[in-house]
């Protein structure tokens, strides 16, 4: 009784020691937990990734986008399934992708945890429930289907006319052209114009080296996800400091404000001009998406602005990087460039009117450079997680599979799996790190579709990247417009492999430094 007279006065008398001591025990409960008792404490992986996520933000926030490296070097160490947090697995296995990435009929949330970093919870990505997701997916396929997507070509052509123009301009002058710059532009030009009917016009006249686009402010944006992921209260701060002082505070976080600022503009514009009765907006989506069925709460100014930073952003830098890593692997590889050409110049006797897209595609050797284009650009370099609430997920490692050797893996736990690492799996495609358009090409010189299934670029299952039709005839069309009018007088200028590797992971891929992939174009 003594003893326990002299805790009761310690308690107020030390309230900070006490403090202290119940976090202590709290933290070491916590981690015999985590270590030991947790569901997920019998797969293998780092000891300090089961423990925290301030494992991840060290090699994420702290060392500059290195998480998917480092879960790399992972499975290097323990094998094809991975703790890669206190929560969460890893699965590098091929063979695991439609078990993991499942169509319609499978339910498959998504990781709060990743899905909330961008702050967009009311967008197409950031929702987590599968069902919601379906809902706000259903009222927005239509814009992206083929047969869609087919109405949108006109506007293409004619800016890549533009375009081409502005990059004819340069011929002879020896100033270099940014195509990663200019890429960024088109491709904004083209999501704005279908999104809201007015386009950011970045492809014009006035802008002839196309320093006006999106593409740094993405990236900087991507760039505070890697914090605010960790942090979410971050954002909600940003929002409350005027911009002037942002961009003295955080370039970053004031380029990524000013983004979402210029697209929640656009989207006001288009509800007003529905509320006035004004057409202009019609046949654009979000002029479409107001006069839809969706119920009222899918129709609100919160939940519209942030479906058009998702549109804008995801149609703008992930296409635009992709192309500029098609295009630099063409230059590179002067037989790739050769052979290309011939295929084109037969099928596009004037270089000035190109055909439709299904047309393109059905051109063997350039569906080949863009199936491998796409390899090596990845899409999400980031790890995308799917949740299978309620059935157990059956992983049994093809490496393992004359042992019998399966591993549950209990229901709600978020796995994930990671395009950068299949897309190097040396027994699907050997020599992984080259760029070889003829692993997509049978011995006819036909295209095969044996390695389409390991093409995680747009992601799997019910959830793969809405805007794929709309991605690949941007690809088609610019590609083939470029090489048919420019492939013999275009070359590379001060741009090498570095420039087009991945040696970061901010959600997309970023290479060291502010690498851009440059060209000199010759006069006919």
Same mark, same amino acid.
């Given at each position: ?148 997507? *087919?109405?949108?070509? !006109?506007?293409?052509? &004619?800016?890549?006319?533009? /375009?081409?123009?502005?990059? @004819?301009?340069?011929? #002879? ?117 107001? *006069?839809?069925?969706? !119920?009222?709460?899918? &129709?609100?100014?919160?939940? /519209?602005?942030?479906?058009? @930073?998702?549109?804008? #952003? ?211």
């Amino acid at each position: 009784m003594a003893h326990l007279a002299e805790i009761v006065q310690f308690i107020p008398q030390h309230p900070f020691a006490v403090l202290c001591l119940l976090v202590v025990f709290a933290l070491s409960g916590l981690s015999v937990y985590r270590l030991f008792l947790h569901p997920l404490a019998k797969f293998p992986g780092p000891k300090l990734a089961a423990l925290t996520l301030w494992y991840e933000y060290y090699h994420d926030g702290i060392r500059g986008g290195q998480y998917t490296f480092e879960i790399q070097r992972m499975h290097e160490r323990y094998g094809p399934i991975v703790r890669i947090s206190p929560h969460e697995l890893h699965i590098n296995d091929p063979a695991f992708i439609d078990t993991l990435y499942a169509g319609g009929g499978k339910r498959r949330d998504k990781y709060v945890f990743y899905a909330s970093q961008f702050g967009l919870p009311k967008s197409l990505f950031g929702t987590a429930d599968h069902y919601h997701h379906r809902l706000r997916r259903s009222a927005l396929r239509r814009f992206f289907s083929k047969a869609s997507v *087919t109405q949108l070509e !006109p506007l293409i052509t &004619k800016k890549i006319d533009t /375009l081409c123009s502005l990059i @004819q301009a340069t011929a #002879g002058s020896g100033r270099p052209v940014s195509l990663s710059d200019a890429y960024s532009a088109i491709t904004s030009d083209v999501a704005t114009e279908y999104a809201f009917g007015t386009c950011t016009n970045f492809v014009c006249p006035s802008n002839p080296y196309f320093e006006r686009n999106f593409r740094v402010t993405l990236v900087k944006g991507l760039m505070v996800a890697t914090h605010s992921k960790q942090f979410p209260w971050i954002r909600t701060i940003s929002k409350m400091i005027p911009i002037s002082v942002l961009r003295v505070l955080d370039a970053n976080l004031a380029a990524a404000m000013e983004f979402q600022m210029e697209i929640s503009k656009q989207v006001k514009d288009v509800m007003d001009g529905v509320s006035n009765g004004n057409e202009k907006g019609h046949n654009t989506i979000f002029h479409e998406l107001l *006069t839809g069925s969706l !119920p009222p709460q899918e &129709k609100t100014f919160t939940r /519209l602005k942030q479906e058009g @930073q998702l549109i804008v #952003g995801a149609g703008t830098e992930t296409v635009g990087w992709s192309l500029s890593v098609i295009t630099f692997y063409i230059l590179a590889h002067p037989a790739v460039l050769e052979k290309l050409r011939k295929e084109l110049e037969e099928a596009i006797p004037d270089p000035s009117i190109l055909p439709s897209v299904t047309t393109l595609e059905n051109l063997p050797y350039l569906s080949a450079v863009v199936a491998e284009g796409l390899r090596l650009s990845y899409g999400v370099i980031s790890r995308s997680q799917r949740i299978s609430p309620y059935e157990p997920l059956i992983f049994e490692p093809a490496s393992d599979q004359e042992n019998h050797i399966k591993h549950v893996i209990p229901a709600g736990t978020p796995v994930g799996m990671t395009s950068y690492l299949i897309h190097h799996n040396p027994e699907i495609f050997p020599d992984s790190s080259k760029f070889i358009p003829e692993r997509w090409l049978d011995q006819d010189g036909k295209r095969h579709r044996h390695l389409d299934p390991y093409l995680m670029t747009f992601s799997k299952g019910s959830r793969q990247c809405i805007g794929i039709n709309l991605a690949y005839a941007e690809l088609y069309l610019i590609i083939s417009s470029l090489i048919r009018r420019f492939g013999g007088r275009i070359e590379l200028f001060e741009t090498t492999v570095r420039d087009v590797v991945p040696k970061k992971d901010y959600f997309l891929p970023v290479p060291d430094g502010d690498a851009v992939v440059q060209v000199l174009v010759r006069e006919d």
